[in-house]
């Protein structure tokens, strides 16, 4: 009689663990259900509420306006003539200054040409036209001086007298152009640190208005001695 009751109990102990091993298959589905969901949102493109916007790359060339355009487009011809005229001095130029000057202008003006038209292309807006005296572009001032319109601009009698000039009546053409030249660029540029919205664009301001402004003082000073 005695082995009928732990048949019994042996046959309610296999259905408890029965019972126990289902439970634990279940949760463990559940569990496995919720980390594939939990792998997918980790998966690169799948979270659609986070991390998205952090990773996305910034409007190309940041936000701008007119103002910037017109900077840029009319800055770019600007230091392309003040280059030239610095390329002069390399055979022309007497005075160690002027070498020097002529040196820095075409050391920190070349690059700033090229940002300016990464800017115009990020911006998807015309380059300056090489051949193009500038005349037709958007909001040029044809009574601002020089053969295109734009503040400072040498007029082609004047780029024709440098070139004609030597020694020390070359350093003083050089500086007298140069300095007109820098004054427009001057002028070209407080307008972008007034109406400008890009910050690149309005930094880029900062530092010609900084630079010029010095090398001006450094020309005057150079005539004062000629």
Do not use: Y
């Not at 380059?127 to 020089?146: A, E, I, K, Y």
């Amino acid at each position: 009689m005695s082995a009928s009751p732990s048949a019994a109990a042996r046959r309610r102990t296999l259905a408890a663990a029965g019972t126990v091993a289902a439970l634990a298959l279940t949760l463990a589905a559940c569990g496995s259900s919720e980390g594939s969901k939990s792998s997918d949102s980790s998966m690169p493109g799948m979270n659609h509420s986070s991390g998205n916007s952090t990773s996305a790359p910034a409007t190309p060339g940041g936000a701008f306006n007119d103002a910037d355009v017109l900077f840029a487009q009319q800055m770019i011809p600007h230091h392309q003539q003040a280059i030239e005229m610095a390329k002069l001095a390399d055979d022309r130029a007497a005075d160690p200054e002027i070498k020097d000057l002529a040196a820095a202008i075409e050391k920190a003006q070349d690059p700033e040409i090229n940002t300016m038209k990464g800017w115009l292309k990020s911006w998807d807006k015309p380059l300056p036209s090489p051949s193009s005296s500038m005349g037709d572009m958007p909001g040029m001032n044809h009574d601002s001086g020089g053969s295109s319109g734009m503040v400072g601009m040498m007029s082609d009698q004047d780029m024709t007298d440098l070139k004609a000039a030597a020694g020390k009546d070359f350093d003083k053409k050089f500086a007298q152009l140069m300095i007109g030249h820098h004054q427009g660029a001057v002028t070209m540029a407080k307008d972008e640190q007034k109406n400008g919205s890009n910050t690149d664009a309005r930094k880029l301001a900062d530092a010609v208005v900084a630079a010029q402004t010095a090398e001006i003082e450094k020309m005057n000073k150079i005539l004062d001695r000629l």
